[in-house]
């Protein structure tokens, strides 16, 4: 929790700072979005489940591409990198729903 409260605190106050960790961090050189590196715990299967099926397509082309772009030790072109402005967030608002359902549900079982 102390991570997402960060990560909140430093997108309201700290954009430029947020752009260069962006920019640092080197996936987007791959074309990949933040949300294609979620750990995949049962929070995050649970959600990619619930995603509509051009998503999926589209997240899993980006991440065989990356593979692929890796093992040879390549990056994309600069102008088909992902932009900080291009990433979206395609997969968390699925995570936090299922992360609510659960509180939820563990909430009700507790009763």
């Known amino acids: 929790m102390a991570l997402e409260a960060t990560a909140k605190y430093l997108k309201r106050v700290f ?3 947020r752009k260069w960790g962006f920019d640092a961090a080197g996936w ?3 074309g990949l979005y933040k949300d294609d590196l979620l750990w995949e715990d049962e929070d995050v299967t649970e959600a990619l489940r619930r995603l509509p099926p051009h998503l999926i397509e589209e ?4 991440i065989i ?3 692929q772009l890796d093992c040879q030790k390549k990056v994309l072109p600069k102008e088909q ?3 900080y402005e291009e990433d979206i967030e395609y997969l ?3 995570v936090d729903e299922v992360k609510r359902e659960r ?3 563990e909430q009700w079982d507790s009763e």
Not at 59 to 62: D, G, L, M, V, Y
């Open 103 to 105: 509180a939820e549900r």
């Open 28 to 30: 987007n050189q791959y």
């Open 15 to 17: 954009p430029s700072l």
């Open 81 to 83: 990198w992902t932009k």
């Open 92 to 94: 968390s608002p699925y």
């Open 59 to 62: 997240r899993n082309f980006r």
């Open 65 to 67: 591409r990356a593979a």
